[in-house]
């Protein structure tokens, strides 16, 4: 065990894999010199040309590669180094790597993994600070893990390049700044596991990247009140482990979905029909989501901090189930 | 250039093949026994067979909404080819994909694809999957002259051209892209022009001449096998038919421009060379090509008999189970 950044958990991800097993490459933009956030460091100098792919800036190419070589045998990992800029990669990643496998009657396999980085992160403004995962829980055929930790962050990813199935793994950018115990051994964690960062008995909140440590943030305030947070980190968004969230429900009776999307039609509102669905009879409050509001992201320092949904929001969320 | 006359003759039975297949196709599709659509190939045989013939049995290739030329050409099975456009669970796909879908990986075939110039991207991943694991193997994306509009089809020859990728280029500028003249949609005349901007040779050739287009193929594929990079060919060509079915009822051509492209049917073309090299006479010709009618009739038969999905089969192959 040893302290680590989220970051670093990652590279010590995508090294170890690299390590385990010679398909496993990665292709990206800027990646032989390590990627903007350094999730590749060091990796070029270790795996050289071949296995660290520079591409052009040309997100719909460099995804078709992904594609191709999955489909012939290869373990892609697949670097789109803004969320934002999945948009030009959408036709590889909707249309063709997600249903592949189902239109071609089960005869493709595609074990492939694309690396994004999302949210918001210090003026980045509205095409470089987006968090588009509920886009890709639409999708099915797809997977999608968003970790928000550096634990899970390492665990999580070994277990998705050693998935058979495309996975788009999403990497909130304040998270990655963030430190916590990660094991230097290799180690994968299910996918389609929630983890419950927090017992509670008073009300159930289920977080989403960033939303996580500020869930647990303002667990604390309010336990200064008298409340009591259970607090509940899906991890893998699809498929969604909704039976730990729906379990905690019937005990607190009362939830509040929170992520730094924008809150209409984000993956909170899928959680809180499933919720409404699932244990409605044990609901003493409606669900409230907690997310941003329904504009583009700000440049302004100040309109930006205005946006972001945190631990204030949570705690307001919280309150207004006891009115 | 010299073809034996076994190679001849397959070349001719494989063009015979796939015209005689898609001419039933779209009788199905009118008389609304198959599903969906289907994109005739009728009148581009001579570029699908020219270019499938230079390739080895372990090569690739991607292909369009207009593919069961491609598939046909490639080596793919007929029966499991109509079965698919009955939607069967025999068919390549089990009956989920369709036409726009076929697909048969042990054959080399990555598959048809619904999204315009959506292979060459595949295709790029498949010829870089051969460089990585070093196995001398050339992938051929086959597109249309719409797709040379499409920022796939510039992002895959620009990458491929970067990394040097064991691919070759084939565009059926069949004229129009759907149905619209190429002319209103393009900004250059010659398709291969435009591999000027990615540093790769591109070829005209004339795709109803089916020697010209396999001498063509040959030299291309020679060259990205033997580490000289991607190159570009277009094949110029005609949409005997429509860009769905024989006539979709929106799209009025010239029938002096049908009649000029029909004289040069590259079937009847190969058929007139072959008889006057003395590979066979019209009558054997002729023989030739009622027994694969007689073969499409009876995999029609099969094919339209066979099970069709079990319900189940909507929620199977959405996922893979992983094997570590």
Same mark, same amino acid.
């Given at each position: 065990?040893?302290?680590?950044?989220?970051?670093?958990?990652?590279?010590?991800?995508?090294? @170890?894999?690299?390590?385990?097993?010679?398909?496993?490459?990665?292709?990206?933009?800027?990646? &032989?010199?390590?990627?903007?956030?350094?999730?590749?460091?060091?990796?070029?100098?270790?795996?050289?040309?071949? &296995?660290?792919?520079?591409?052009?800036?040309?997100?719909?190419?460099?995804?078709?590669?992904?594609?191709?070589?999955?489909?012939?045998?290869? &373990?892609?990992?697949?670097?789109?180094?803004?969320?934002?800029?999945?948009?030009?990669?959408?036709? @590889?990643?909707?249309?063709?790597?997600?249903?592949?496998?189902?239109?071609?009657?089960?005869?493709?396999?595609?074990?492939?993994?694309?690396?994004?980085?999302?949210?918001?992160?210090?003026?980045?403004?509205?095409?470089?600070?987006?968090?588009?995962?509920?886009?890709?829980?639409?999708?099915?055929?797809?997977?999608?893990?968003?970790?928000?930790?550096?634990?899970?962050?390492?665990?999580?990813?070994?277990?998705?390049?050693?998935?058979?199935?495309?996975?788009?793994?999403?990497?909130?950018?304040?998270?990655?700044?963030?430190?916590?115990?990660?094991?230097?051994?290799?180690?994968?964690?299910?996918?389609?596991?929630?983890?419950?960062?927090?017992?509670?008995?008073?009300?159930?909140?289920?977080?989403?990247?960033?939303?996580?440590?500020?869930?647990?943030?303002?667990?604390?305030?309010?336990?200064?009140?008298?409340?009591?947070?259970?607090?509940?980190?899906p991890r893998t968004l699809s498929p969604m482990d909704t039976t730990t969230i729906v379990k905690s429900v019937q005990k607190t009776n009362r939830a509040v979905v929170a992520h730094e999307a924008v809150r209409n039609c984000g993956i909170g509102a899928e959680i809180a029909a499933t919720i409404a669905d699932e244990a409605f009879d044990f609901l003493d409050a409606p669900v409230k989501r907690v997310g941003a509001p329904f504009t583009p992201v700000p440049f302004a320092p100040l309109l930006e901090k205005q946006y972001l949904p945190g631990a204030q929001d949570i705690v307001a969320a919280v309150r207004s189930l006891y009115h | 250039m010299d073809l034996t006359n076994a190679t001849m003759l397959r070349m001719f039975e494989q063009m015979t093949r796939i015209r005689e297949f898609d001419e039933r196709a779209a009788l199905l599709m009118e008389q609304a026994r198959v599903h969906g659509s289907v994109h005739l190939y009728c009148g581009e045989e001579a570029i699908a067979v020219g270019v499938c013939?230079?390739?080895?049995?372990?090569?690739?290739?991607?292909?369009? !909404?207009?593919? !069961?030329? !491609?598939?046909?050409?490639?080596?793919?099975?007929?029966?499991?080819? *109509?079965?698919?456009?009955?939607?069967?669970?025999?068919?390549? =796909?089990?009956?989920?994909?369709?036409?726009?879908?076929?697909?048969?990986?042990?054959?080399?075939?990555?598959?048809?694809?619904?999204?315009?110039?959506?292979?060459?991207?595949?295709?790029?991943?498949?010829?870089?999957?051969?460089?990585?694991?070093?196995?001398?193997?050339?992938?051929?994306?086959?597109?249309?002259?719409?797709?040379? =509009?499409?920022?796939? +089809?510039?992002?895959?020859?620009?990458?491929?051209?970067?990394?040097?990728?064991?691919?070759?280029?084939?565009?059926? =500028? =069949?004229? *129009?892209?759907?149905?619209?003249?190429?002319?209103?949609?393009?900004?250059?005349?010659?398709?291969?022009?435009?591999?000027?901007?990615?540093?790769?040779?591109?070829?005209?050739?004339?795709?109803?001449?089916?020697?010209?287009? !396999?001498?063509?193929?040959?030299?291309?594929?020679?060259?990205?096998?033997?580490?000289?990079?991607?190159?570009?060919?277009?094949?110029?060509?005609?949409?005997? *038919?429509?860009?769905?079915?024989?006539? +979709?009822?929106?799209?009025?051509?010239?029938?002096?421009?049908?009649?000029?492209?029909?004289?040069?049917?590259?079937?009847?073309?190969?058929?007139?060379?072959?008889?006057?090299?003395?590979? +066979?006479?019209?009558?054997?010709?002729?023989?030739?090509?009622?027994?694969?009618?007689?073969?499409?009739?009876?995999?029609?038969?099969?094919?339209?008999?066979?099970?069709?999905?079990?319900?189940?089969?909507?929620?199977?192959?959405?996922?893979?189970?992983?094997?570590?």
């Amino acid at each position: 065990m040893t302290v680590k950044t989220m970051t670093a958990a990652i590279n010590e991800a995508i090294d @170890q894999e690299m390590g385990r097993d010679d398909r496993v490459f990665v292709a990206g933009e800027d990646v &032989r010199v390590g990627g903007p956030f350094g999730t590749e460091a060091g990796l070029h100098a270790k795996y050289g040309d071949k &296995r660290i792919v520079n591409t052009a800036i040309s997100e719909l190419a460099l995804t078709g590669i992904g594609v191709g070589a999955a489909a012939v045998g290869l &373990r892609p990992i697949i670097e789109i180094m803004i969320m934002d800029f999945v948009s030009v990669a959408m036709d @590889q990643i909707v249309n063709q790597m997600a249903k592949m496998k189902y239109m071609l009657g089960g005869q493709a396999r595609l074990p492939i993994v694309v690396t994004t980085h999302a949210g918001i992160d210090s003026s980045s403004a509205a095409q470089h600070s987006g968090s588009l995962e509920a886009w890709f829980c639409h999708v099915p055929g797809l997977k999608v893990v968003m970790p928000s930790n550096a634990y899970d962050a390492k665990g999580l990813l070994t277990a998705a390049i050693q998935d058979d199935n495309p996975v788009i793994y999403i990497s909130n950018k304040r998270c990655m700044q963030t430190s916590s115990e990660v094991p230097d051994e290799s180690y994968a964690l299910p996918l389609g596991v929630a983890d419950v960062k927090r017992v509670g008995s008073d009300v159930t909140v289920v977080a989403i990247g960033r939303l996580v440590l500020d869930a647990l943030t303002a667990a604390e305030e309010l336990a200064k009140e008298g409340i009591n947070l259970e607090v509940i980190d899906p991890r893998t968004l699809s498929p969604m482990d909704t039976t730990t969230i729906v379990k905690s429900v019937q005990k607190t009776n009362r939830a509040v979905v929170a992520h730094e999307a924008v809150r209409n039609c984000g993956i909170g509102a899928e959680i809180a029909a499933t919720i409404a669905d699932e244990a409605f009879d044990f609901l003493d409050a409606p669900v409230k989501r907690v997310g941003a509001p329904f504009t583009p992201v700000p440049f302004a320092p100040l309109l930006e901090k205005q946006y972001l949904p945190g631990a204030q929001d949570i705690v307001a969320a919280v309150r207004s189930l006891y009115h | 250039m010299d073809l034996t006359n076994a190679t001849m003759l397959r070349m001719f039975e494989q063009m015979t093949r796939i015209r005689e297949f898609d001419e039933r196709a779209a009788l199905l599709m009118e008389q609304a026994r198959v599903h969906g659509s289907v994109h005739l190939y009728c009148g581009e045989e001579a570029i699908a067979v020219g270019v499938c013939e230079a390739l080895n049995q372990d090569d690739y290739i991607t292909s369009t !909404h207009r593919g !069961h030329g !491609h598939l046909i050409a490639k080596g793919g099975d007929v029966e499991r080819m *109509y079965a698919e456009l009955f939607a069967k669970a025999t068919g390549y =796909n089990g009956g989920k994909g369709g036409s726009m879908h076929m697909a048969a990986l042990d054959l080399g075939i990555i598959g048809a694809n619904g999204i315009v110039a959506a292979g060459l991207p595949i295709g790029l991943g498949v010829a870089f999957a051969s460089q990585y694991q070093e196995n001398d193997r050339v992938t051929v994306c086959f597109f249309g002259d719409g797709a040379t =509009n499409e920022g796939a +089809f510039h992002e895959a020859m620009n990458m491929a051209s970067i990394l040097k990728a064991p691919m070759v280029f084939v565009c059926e =500028n =069949n004229g *129009y892209g759907e149905w619209s003249k190429t002319e209103s949609q393009t900004s250059v005349t010659d398709i291969a022009d435009r591999a000027a901007s990615y540093s790769m040779p591109g070829t005209i050739v004339d795709g109803m001449d089916i020697a010209a287009v !396999h001498e063509a193929a040959i030299e291309a594929i020679a060259r990205a096998r033997s580490g000289g990079g991607p190159s570009l060919l277009e094949c110029k060509t005609y949409r005997f *038919y429509d860009h769905v079915g024989r006539d +979709f009822g929106v799209l009025q051509r010239d029938p002096q421009e049908i009649a000029r492209w029909r004289a040069r049917d590259p079937i009847k073309l190969w058929r007139e060379e072959l008889i006057a090299q003395g590979v +066979f006479d019209g009558k054997t010709a002729d023989e030739i090509t009622a027994a694969i009618a007689a073969s499409m009739e009876s995999a029609i038969a099969r094919a339209e008999q066979a099970p069709d999905p079990t319900p189940e089969a909507l929620y199977t192959d959405v996922y893979s189970e992983t094997q570590v």
